[in-house]
């Protein structure tokens, strides 16, 4: 009970879907609050180069698991499901907001078929099994490409917010 008071249940295999199952999310949720506003907090001082050396972190991150976690569920999934693993997405997202709101307001035809061929290229490389691998975050890294490029076309893209914006899509 007081690990999944304090959020701290998911460093806990016997203890990270005791309520309930689905909520060993709620210890991860924490954690990216707490980690989010730091994120932010570095990249307003030092610029993009905190989110490079954020990625670098959870890289790393992932490796050391890779190499000193066994390959067990769900000792392994917990050590890279927490909020130094997810940086990777978190640090995709937080790019997104950046290039959607600091770029220009038009892109250009080349830079919309870039994005969109980094977001299919991302989305490829996430749901390709022969890619993955035990010390790579091959998946983590192909999603957060595949949705930071989503956002930035839809954002940018009117005809694509339009779409998405479309209530049965949205529903």
């Not at 990270?16 to 990216?32: D, P, R, Y």
Request: contains cysteine.
């Amino acid at each position: 009970l007081f690990a999944h008071l304090t959020f701290t249940h998911m460093f806990f295999p016997q203890y990270w879907s005791g309520i309930n199952g689905s909520l060993w999310t709620m210890s991860l949720e924490m954690q990216l609050y707490i980690v989010f506003p730091l994120v932010v907090f570095a990249v307003a001082k030092w610029g993009m180069r905190a989110i490079i050396w954020a990625v670098v972190v959870s890289l790393v991150w992932h490796i050391a698991v890779g190499i000193l976690v066994p390959d067990t569920f769900p000792e392994r999934f917990l050590w890279t499901a927490n909020g130094i693993g997810r940086l990777l997405q978190l640090c995709a997202g937080i790019a997104a907001a950046i290039l959607v709101f600091r770029a220009p307001t038009q892109l250009t035809k080349r830079s919309i078929a870039l994005i969109a061929l980094a977001a299919a290229a991302g989305l490829a490389a996430a749901l390709t099994p022969a890619l993955s691998s035990p010390f790579l975050p091959v998946r983590a890294i192909g999603l957060g490409v595949f949705f930071f490029g989503l956002i930035v076309l839809v954002m940018r893209i009117p005809s694509l917010d339009k779409a998405f914006a479309w209530t049965p899509l949205s529903f």
